[in-house]
Protein backbone atom coordinates (compact mmCIF):
# COMPACT_ATOMS: atom_id res chain seq x y z
CA UNK A 1 0.00 0.00 0.00
CA UNK A 2 1.41 3.45 -1.18
CA UNK A 3 1.14 6.63 0.58
CA UNK A 4 2.35 9.78 0.06
CA UNK A 5 2.80 12.73 2.25
CA UNK A 6 3.22 16.48 1.22
CA UNK A 7 4.65 19.07 3.40
CA UNK A 8 6.25 22.55 3.18
CA UNK A 9 3.68 24.76 3.32
CA UNK A 10 2.99 27.64 4.85
CA UNK A 11 2.59 31.77 4.62
CA UNK A 12 4.72 33.40 2.16
CA UNK A 13 4.80 37.04 0.93
CA UNK A 14 4.37 37.54 -2.90
CA UNK A 15 7.88 37.52 -4.35
CA UNK A 16 9.05 34.71 -1.83
CA UNK A 17 10.43 31.16 -2.33
CA UNK A 18 9.24 27.77 -0.79
CA UNK A 19 10.22 24.34 -0.92
CA UNK A 20 7.20 21.42 -1.10
CA UNK A 21 8.59 17.76 -0.34
CA UNK A 22 6.44 14.72 -1.38
CA UNK A 23 8.03 11.72 0.99
CA UNK A 24 6.74 8.09 -0.66
CA UNK A 25 6.59 4.87 1.27
CA UNK A 26 6.93 3.45 -2.34
CA UNK A 27 9.97 3.75 -4.48
CA UNK A 28 10.26 7.03 -5.93
CA UNK A 29 12.81 6.08 -8.43
CA UNK A 30 10.93 3.15 -10.37
CA UNK A 31 7.55 5.58 -10.60
CA UNK A 32 5.98 5.62 -14.09
CA UNK A 33 4.85 9.27 -13.77
CA UNK A 34 4.96 11.79 -10.49
CA UNK A 35 4.05 14.97 -10.45
CA UNK A 36 2.36 18.31 -8.58
CA UNK A 37 -1.74 19.41 -8.77
CA UNK A 38 -3.15 22.05 -7.08
CA UNK A 39 -6.93 23.67 -6.45
CA UNK A 40 -7.96 26.90 -5.30
CA UNK A 41 -11.10 27.72 -3.42
CA UNK A 42 -14.07 27.05 -5.58
CA UNK A 43 -11.70 25.95 -8.87
CA UNK A 44 -10.97 22.24 -10.12
CA UNK A 45 -7.83 20.45 -8.90
CA UNK A 46 -5.05 21.48 -12.15
CA UNK A 47 -1.54 19.96 -13.06
CA UNK A 48 1.24 21.84 -12.53
CA UNK A 49 4.10 19.45 -13.61
CA UNK A 50 4.80 15.92 -14.27
CA UNK A 51 7.51 13.93 -14.30
CA UNK A 52 7.35 10.78 -16.41
CA UNK A 53 9.96 7.61 -16.43
CA UNK A 54 11.13 8.70 -19.34
CA UNK A 55 12.77 11.92 -18.02
CA UNK A 56 10.27 14.33 -19.36
CA UNK A 57 8.95 17.29 -17.98
CA UNK A 58 5.54 18.84 -18.72
CA UNK A 59 4.89 22.20 -16.93
CA UNK A 60 2.12 24.65 -16.94
CA UNK A 61 1.56 27.86 -18.50
CA UNK A 62 1.09 29.42 -15.12
CA UNK A 63 3.85 28.38 -12.92
CA UNK A 64 6.44 27.70 -16.20
CA UNK A 65 9.72 29.39 -15.54
CA UNK A 66 8.69 29.73 -11.66
CA UNK A 67 8.74 25.87 -10.47
CA UNK A 68 10.65 23.10 -10.76
CA UNK A 69 9.96 19.68 -9.54
CA UNK A 70 12.80 17.48 -8.59
CA UNK A 71 14.09 14.54 -6.77
CA UNK A 72 16.19 12.56 -4.21
CA UNK A 73 15.93 8.73 -4.36
CA UNK A 74 18.24 8.22 -2.11
CA UNK A 75 15.65 9.75 0.28
CA UNK A 76 12.75 8.66 -1.56
CA UNK A 77 10.94 12.46 -2.01
CA UNK A 78 9.87 14.45 -4.86
CA UNK A 79 10.28 18.19 -4.10
CA UNK A 80 8.17 20.72 -5.88
CA UNK A 81 10.68 24.46 -5.53
CA UNK A 82 7.96 27.77 -6.16
CA UNK A 83 10.19 30.98 -6.70
CA UNK A 84 8.80 34.27 -7.08
CA UNK A 85 5.23 33.34 -6.24
CA UNK A 86 2.14 35.05 -6.24
CA UNK A 87 -0.96 35.65 -4.79
CA UNK A 88 -2.63 33.83 -6.91
CA UNK A 89 -0.48 30.70 -6.43
CA UNK A 90 -2.72 30.50 -2.97
CA UNK A 91 -3.96 26.59 -2.87
CA UNK A 92 -3.93 23.76 -1.23
CA UNK A 93 -0.79 21.68 -3.17
CA UNK A 94 -0.96 17.99 -3.90
CA UNK A 95 1.65 14.99 -4.60
CA UNK A 96 0.25 12.51 -7.59
CA UNK A 97 2.55 9.63 -8.47
CA UNK A 98 1.77 6.30 -10.54
CA UNK A 99 3.88 3.01 -10.90
CA UNK A 100 2.35 1.70 -13.84
CA UNK A 101 0.54 3.36 -16.91
CA UNK A 102 -2.38 1.04 -16.44
CA UNK A 103 -2.79 2.12 -12.91
CA UNK A 104 -4.75 4.73 -11.47
CA UNK A 105 -2.10 6.32 -9.47
CA UNK A 106 -2.14 7.71 -5.47
CA UNK A 107 -2.53 10.83 -4.05
CA UNK A 108 -1.28 12.87 -0.80
CA UNK A 109 -3.67 14.82 1.58
CA UNK A 110 -2.38 18.33 0.41
CA UNK A 111 -0.52 20.91 1.68
CA UNK A 112 -2.00 24.66 2.06
CA UNK A 113 0.35 27.47 0.58
CA UNK A 114 -1.05 31.05 1.48
CA UNK A 115 1.19 33.92 -0.41
CA UNK A 116 0.10 37.37 0.83
CA UNK A 117 0.36 40.55 -1.78
Known amino acids: QVQLVESGGGLVQAGGSLRLSCAASGSISSVNAVGWYRQAPGNQRRELVALTSGGSTNYADSVKGRFTISRDSAKNTVYLHMNSLKPEDTAVYYC???????????WGRGTQVTVSS
Open 96 to 106: YARWSPFDRGY
